[in-house]
């Protein structure tokens, strides 16, 4: 079991920035990449951004350039660096924890925290 705890949310104004953070604790050996979702009201989740364990990263094309995601692989931390945000930015933001348990892989999320944006 992965427990993953997320902090950072609030309210900001357009322009502002934001940073979100995310600690995974349990079972965190088979991690192997980490992401942060988000969800607004009556839309579907998506993925905003994600690393692997190797460094890789991925964004949704609607935050490239303007939000980074890092990780400290010593403490099972991820982080989204969110700047410039705008109020179609605003949902609850959701961290995962990707495990592979082979044959398989299991994922794991967190319980979400909110981020709104104010015109």
């Known amino acids: 079991q992965v427990h993953l705890v997320e902090s950072g949310g609030g309210l900001v104004q357009a322009g502002g920035s934001l940073r979100l953070s995310c600690a995974a604790f349990?079972?965190?050996?088979?991690?192997?990449?980490m992401g942060w979702s988000r969800q607004a009201p009556g839309k579907q989740r998506e993925l905003v951004a994600a690393?692997?364990?190797?460094?890789?990263?991925n964004y949704a094309d609607s935050v490239k350039g303007r939000f980074t995601i890092s990780r400290d692989s010593a403490k099972n931390t991820v982080y989204l660096q969110m700047n410039s945000l705008k109020p179609e930015d605003t949902a609850v933001y959701y961290c995962n924890a990707h495990v592979l348990k082979l044959p398989s892989s299991l994922d794991y999320w967190g319980q979400g925290t909110q981020v709104t944006v104010s015109s």
């Open positions: 349990g079972d965190t050996f088979g991690i192997n990449a």
């Open positions: 690393v692997t364990s190797g460094g890789n990263t």
